[in-house]
């Protein structure tokens, strides 16, 4: 598989503070880098790809093949393109996990995820022009844009799209999936050293 360890991406300890605004950095000061190794243990997956050119890119078809990918869709996150924009970015930043992987290639713009860490704190990186990234089904997460208020990404799927933003509140065999797979993992190896 395409080395998914190529990307630039930055992530860091969400600082919640007294921000009202969620497009804000919310780092702490100063900073408390998180290694994107331990972004990857909880289950996402980051490549860097070529976005001016990757309806001919070799290595998205590399993934797209190995991983499955055969529906996509474009979608253009700004004022100029969504009459209820902010209703739609007010949606992505509700927290929620999907019973299917969130495969995002970011073609233009920029934002934020933020991902629930092992102990439920909000770990948060930016994704730009390029990234590729892979949320597992059944992780808690949200999305929001940052300042620039403009994302353009290519949604992929592995099938016809089942867009359902479960809340927290609901459980799911996904979300129990997630759990055994990537956080009951992390607990035994804590409790085993
Ligand atoms: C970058 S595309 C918009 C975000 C999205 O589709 C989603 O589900 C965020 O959690
Ligand atoms: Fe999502």
Redesign the pocket.
Known sequence: MADCNKSSIEAWEYNPGDEENSKLPHKFSPNRPVPLSHVHSLGVLTWKLDADNWESDPKLEEIKVERGYNYWEK?T?SREAMADFDARVGG?FQE?M?SQE?I?L?LDGS?YWDIRDYDDKWVRFRVQKGDLVVLPPGMY???TLDTGDY?E?L?LYTEVPERT?HQRAEDSIARKNYVKQFLDVHTLQIEAQ
């Open positions: 979608i996150v992505f929620h999907h969130e995002r970011i934002g997460h949200r999305f994302i990404a949604l933003q």
